[in-house]
Nanobody, 126 residues
């Protein structure tokens, strides 16, 4: 079992920045790839970024590429999402999630993520 708790959401003006944090506890954190998802009202949950468990390789959705940066600190059992140049369309509930799949091609499927945080609200005003 892995427990995940997000923090760092809030209200920010367009063009601003936020840093989301996700604290993990339970089984060894380094054995999981970590993803950040978001879900806006009336929309499906969207994968926006993943960081692998082994080599730290990353993936970003086109909608956030160049603006968001994912990172992890395995010693602290933390994963972060630095969000810069925020836009109103970034408004959503943001979730971190953990997957134990060894296959990086499976990172893109939310059903591969067995553990989820409760989410943190990010609101970007125009």
């Amino acid at each position: 079992q892995v427990q995940l708790v997000e923090s760092g959401g809030g209200l920010v003006q367009a063009g601003g920045s936020l840093r989301l944090s996700c604290a993990a506890s339970g089984r060894p954190f380094s054995t999981y790839a970590m993803g950040w998802f978001r879900q806006a009202p009336g929309q499906e949950r969207e994968l926006i970024s993943v960081i692998s468990r082994e080599d730290g390789s990353t993936y970003y959705a086109d909608s956030v590429k160049g603006r968001f940066t994912i990172s992890r600190d395995n010693a602290k059992n933390m994963v972060y999402l630095q969000m810069n140049r925020l836009k109103p369309e970034d408004t959503a509930v943001y979730f971190c999630a953990a997957t134990g799949t060894p296959y990086s091609e499976r990172y893109y499927y939310h059903e591969e993520y067995a553990y989820w945080g409760q989410g943190t609200q990010v609101t970007v005003s125009s």
